[in-house]
Structure formats: C-alpha cells, structure tokens
C-alpha cells in the first residue's frame, strides 16, 4: 500500500509527503526483508503441492518473483540513493524502472504465500 500511495503522491505533485511514505516504503521492506531471511534460515523448505495448471502458474510466479525479489534492494537504494541527494532526473530514470519491479514483488510475495499456505 505505501508504494501506491507513494505513487499517487508524486503523481499528485505532493513532494514532501511522497518522500516520507517511500522512506517508509523503504524501512518496512527492510524490515520484511531481514525477519524474511531469518525465518528462512532456520525453518524447513515448504513445496506447493498443487498439480496441473495451477502448479505451473505457481512456478511461473515464483520464477519471476525470486530474481526480481534480488534486485529490488539494489534498486531500492539505488532509487533512494539518488533522491536523497537531490538528484531528480537520475532518481526519476530509475525509478521508473523500481517502482514496477517492488510493486510486482510485493503482489507476487502475498500470492506465493497464499498459494502455498492456503491452497
């Protein structure tokens, strides 16, 4: 939600405000992503059980979601990075390209957990 509303922010010319919500867009994620690693590092590997067509969507969400999920911290700090010193037209370059890859993963993570703990 903080990367749409984010969004609309900007979109919205509402600078400062933008700001704040992906500085805490960026902080959560970090957070997530720390206690994410953790987790993992100590529980046992889970498979989706599904068969047929819905196995294969899952995969191809998962596919797409694991090196897409890599890149979003680079870009993040990259995106962020660039921002905070001021450099805008760098900033907006790249975050053209962040934007859509963190939203996508954030999506895509919620299905992929729904997909393997609900299904």
Do not use: C, E
């Not at 995969?59 to 911290?73: S, Y």
């Amino acid at each position: 939600m903080l990367l749409l509303i984010g969004l609309i922010l900007i979109k919205n010319r509402n600078i400062q405000s933008h700001r704040r919500v992906m500085i805490t867009a960026f902080v959560v994620s970090t957070v997530f992503l720390i206690s994410y690693l953790a987790y993992h590092a100590h529980s046992q590997i889970i498979y989706f059980k599904g068969t047929g067509p819905i196995r294969t969507l899952y995969m191809w969400i998962l596919w797409t979601h694991t090196p897409l999920a890599a890149a979003v911290p680079v870009l993040a700090i990259i995106t962020l990075n660039r921002a905070l010193k001021a450099r805008f037209d760098k900033h907006r370059a790249i975050a053209r390209w962040t934007w859509p890859i963190w939203m996508y993963v954030n999506v895509t993570g919620v299905v992929i957990y729904l997909m393997l703990f609900h299904m």
